[in-house]
């Protein structure tokens, strides 16, 4: 199915399904521990085994040998494969910045050399131990802060340049010149990587935690050099991923070669000490913001330069990104360096690029703003543009941020807050309120499903669209219980498999509104067989309601439909150019907080925090709730604590738990509210939606980091935002 042209009135706009606040339906099954994660599928294959990786000690240089012998002879090991016996593997294309496995050469600290196979996870652990490794190591480079002195004033190639930005700046009445930094950043998700694989026949099939279904198939079945038909891949449950597992990763590759090289199903977990440095992480950036702006307060200048650190071959964190389309601004320069390091590889996290871009812009615009002596929320409702600043011909299809800057503000009562930073206090708290703006693209991708229509009227829905705990087997049971009038009680959500037609996935905040067309698309294609089977030539004549089709003529239940046999249809909905090429779709919101700051230890404590949100239609109040709160809670640990600090000497994060990288608590997290702005975009989809689980992200560190400022009068432009950085700076006690 096509979607060419903006969505008319349909049967979402008089919904009764789609919309409504639906508790998950995979809900019983989680709270249970039935809900079938990879490492626990311990039903799927008899005779299962243990794998354990052997990881590099060094970050840059070759293997010049490998001692297996002893590890060999441990208990119950099985067999050990190495990246020497296997050699050089192919590179899935646009994938993976350096080898999973394979080969001499070591790109990065904790780089996957060997995994050791035995009968359970203990012996298998032991005899990795056992394995030495020789390296004839190399010197790398791990420093940023040199590669932006280097780089910092190099604007021969930028992204972006509309105008003239220099001269624009200089002539500007009021302008701002400040430097940003945000640290590297883990996903620290719950479920480490984890994959259970099986060789039958010359088929491999592997049990995962995988959030591309496709994605990933297609990559196994090229670095295994195999017939993508002869790879299936199951994920239907995923313990979180953020990005981290967008991608193949070692895990699924170890288990691969495991079980091939002992001919029985083996099981590889990651270790929670390897993920950090063996799999992805957010790019730590440097930022330099320079805004010009006339005393009315609108912008005439805008500059934004980043730099962030990638592998050779990678994408770093392109923290320009929401820049160039956020505020209006005549003169722009936007340019984005990318520093070639050996650490381990930066590739997407939630919201790459906004998240941590964001972090430095807002606390920019609220700089700006009390420069020119003007409100935050005024100033940023004040440069809000209806079109692309880079290309005016290009309008938004449906912005509508200026409302969630006022919505927000009158919700959180903002008006009532002491402007006078360090000026308010609660006993020995320091108390302050911060505002952000939040942007993030609102992007789809095709996406396919199957219905089939079985004995007893129940509707099932088979497609490789993953949930990563953002709620995507409720709003695909909706959706279908909408377009097929029935109870969604009376649909069943089959996912995460690649037997299933394929989906647009989960990243990028493009899950919910790609997948739920793809099942609308398919439902479509069902009501067609229906329609043709009760001899009506225009699906659109007959109607659904209650588990019954209605003709105009005569009326049966689906169930009497199917009780020759099921009824199966199957179709994707695609995205014609007019979506992205003749508009903006992007999503919006407004972030505030309330914290205190301890007049005598700088400790910060929150007190409230609310989030208005601009998304188009919001499929489910209580999922799109639980992921923007959710995204929120990570802005929080993102302003307040999370750090992967570098080793620039031995080039590797020396975080390897959760107790050295810090994540929040509930403790840390105090009220959150969310409103959503009653909105929808035609451009978008069909249902008019678009994805919320980045948006509640966007914006919130930036919204604490300028909540800080106003309760102490110090401004921290380095996250995170430890006490070290501020505490000798604090009031008088």
Not at 27 to 39: E, F, I, R, S
Request: aromatic share 6%; net charge negative.
């Amino acid at each position: 199915m096509q979607f060419n042209q903006p969505a008319g009135d349909n049967l979402f706009d008089e919904s009764r399904v789609v919309g409504m606040p639906a508790q998950r339906v995979d809900g019983p099954l989680k709270v249970t521990g039935q809900a079938p994660y990879a490492y626990e599928r311990h039903d799927v294959a008899e005779g299962q085994v243990v794998g354990y990786p052997v990881v590099s000690t060094i970050a840059r240089g070759r293997i010049t040998g490998m001692r297996t012998e002893v590890a060999r002879q441990a208990p119950g090991v099985l067999d050990i494969v190495t990246t020497l016996d296997v050699g050089e593997m192919p590179m899935p294309s646009g994938m993976n910045a350096a080898p999973l496995f394979g080969g001499a050469e070591i790109w990065h600290y904790h780089q996957a050399v060997a995994v050791v196979v035995a009968e359970s996870f203990e012996q298998a652990r032991a005899a990795a131990a056992l394995v030495e490794v020789d390296y004839d190591q190399t010197e790398g480079s791990y420093d940023l802060e040199s590669a932006w002195q280097e780089m910092r004033e190099d604007r021969s190639d930028p992204v972006s340049r509309v105008g003239d930005f220099e001269s624009a700046y200089d002539a500007a009445e009021v302008t701002l010149d400040a430097e940003y930094r945000t640290p590297s950043h883990s996903h620290a998700m719950m479920e480490p990587h984890a994959t259970i694989a099986d060789w039958q026949d010359g088929k491999l099939t592997v049990w995962t935690s995988n959030q591309m279904v496709e994605w990933s198939r297609q990559a196994l079945a090229t670095t295994l050099e195999m017939a993508p038909e002869d790879v299936r891949l199951d994920s239907p449950y995923i313990g979180g991923g953020f990005g981290a597992k967008l991608f193949l990763r070692a895990d699924a590759v170890l288990a691969a070669l495991g079980a091939r090289k002992v001919g029985r199903p083996v099981k590889v977990m990651l270790p929670r000490p390897m993920i950090m440095n063996n799999t992805t992480h957010r790019a730590s950036t440097i930022q330099r913001i320079r805004i010009g702006a006339q005393s009315d307060g609108r912008i005439t200048a805008i500059a934004h330069e980043a730099i962030s650190h990638t592998l050779p071959g990678g994408s770093g964190e392109n923290a320009v990104a929401q820049t160039r389309r956020f505020y209006a601004g005549e003169n722009r320069l936007i340019v984005n360096h990318l520093a070639e390091m050996h650490l381990p590889e930066a590739n997407a996290m939630r919201a790459p690029g906004e998240a941590a871009g964001l972090m430095a812009l807002e606390i920019a615009m609220d700089e700006m703003a009390e420069k020119l002596g003007m409100d935050p929320v005024e100033f940023r409702a004040v440069n809000d543009t209806q079109v692309d600043p880079e290309d005016p011909e290009r309008a938004y299809s449906d912005r509508h941020f200026v409302e969630c800057l006022r919505q927000g503000a009158e919700a959180f009562g903002w008006d009532a807050r002491n402007t006078a930073p360090g000026a308010t206090r609660d006993g020995e708290w320091l108390i302050g309120y911060g505002v952000a703006g939040a942007y993030r693209d609102g992007p789809a991708m095709q996406s396919g499903a199957r219905v089939r229509l079985q004995e007893g009227g129940r509707l099932v829905v088979e497609t490789d669209m993953t949930d990563i705990g953002t709620g995507s087997y409720t709003i695909l049971a909706q959706t279908v219980a909408e377009t097929m009038g029935v109870g969604i009680d009376e649909v069943e959500v089959r996912l995460g498999d690649s037997a299933y037609p394929v989906s647009a996935g989960s990243g990028g905040q493009w899950g919910a509104a790609s997948s739920t067309a793809g099942a609308y698309a398919a439902c479509l294609a069902l009501r067609e067989q229906i329609a043709g089977r009760l001899g009506v030539n225009d699906p659109e004549a007959i109607t659904l309601a209650d588990g019954a089709v209605n003709t105009g003529e005569k009326q049966v239940t689906l169930a009497s439909l199917a009780e020759d046999g099921e009824l199966v249809a199957e179709d994707s909905m695609e995205f014609g150019d007019f979506r992205d090429g003749e508009h903006v779709v992007s999503t919006f919101a407004a972030h505030f907080v309330e914290l205190g700051v301890h007049v005598g230890t700088g400790e910060i404590r929150l007190r409230r925090m609310l989030a208005a949100c601009d998304a188009g239609r919001i499929l489910n109040p209580i999922t799109a709730r639980s992921q923007v709160i959710g995204g929120m809670v990570m802005g929080v640990g993102a302003a307040m604590m999370e750090d992967m600090a570098i080793d620039t000497a031995r080039g590797y994060f020396p975080a390897h738990d959760l107790a050295g990288y810090e994540v929040p608590v509930h403790m840390d997290i105090p009220a959150q509210e969310v409103t959503f702005l009653d909105t929808l975009d035609p451009v978008s989809t069909p249902l008019k939606a678009k994805g919320v689980g980045e948006l509640g992200l966007c914006g919130v560190a930036a919204a604490v980091a300028n909540a800080v400022y106003n309760a102490t009068g110090v401004r921290v432009r380095s996250y995170p935002m430890t006490m070290d950085k501020y505490i000798d700076q604090l009031p008088a006690v």
